[in-house]
């Protein structure tokens, strides 16, 4: 479903994919997918083109979330999350940083 999912966001144009393994590191699902749409228009697309996506090729329902202001949309598979942010939004809440290890922690934690 990953795939699927992250060649939807790439076939609807949207920019600065980021992928985020949660597996083992919160309950709330597998992945969390970060993207973003140049404008709120885009956002609603993107994301609206996904759901359907999920719903008609996988059978997969899901929940979204924040679709009528278009700044940042919320859809939830229930292993993946999906949030699709305007720029501004992303810059602001920035949680690829709040998800991602940093460096000095991810060599830390390799067997060395």
Not at 3 to 29: F, H
Not at 40 to 48: G, L
Not at 67 to 93: C, M, N, Q, S
Request: proline residues 4%; aromatic residues 6%; contains cysteine.
């Amino acid at each position: 479903m990953l795939a699927d999912i992250l060649a939807s966001l790439d076939k609807n144009k949207a920019e600065d994919i980021v992928q985020i393994d949660l597996r083992g590191k919160s309950s709330i699902g597998d992945f969390m997918v970060i993207c973003s749409g140049r404008s709120s228009r885009q956002v609603a697309s993107i994301a609206e083109h996904l759901v359907d996506t999920l719903k008609t090729d996988l059978g997969r329902p899901s929940r979204i979330e924040g679709k009528e202001a278009g700044d940042w949309v919320l859809i939830d598979t229930g292993d993946i999350i999906v949030h699709v942010f305007r720029p501004e939004v992303r810059e602001f809440y920035q949680l690829e940083k709040m998800w991602q290890p940093t460096t000095a922690a991810t060599s830390a934690q390799q067997p060395g």
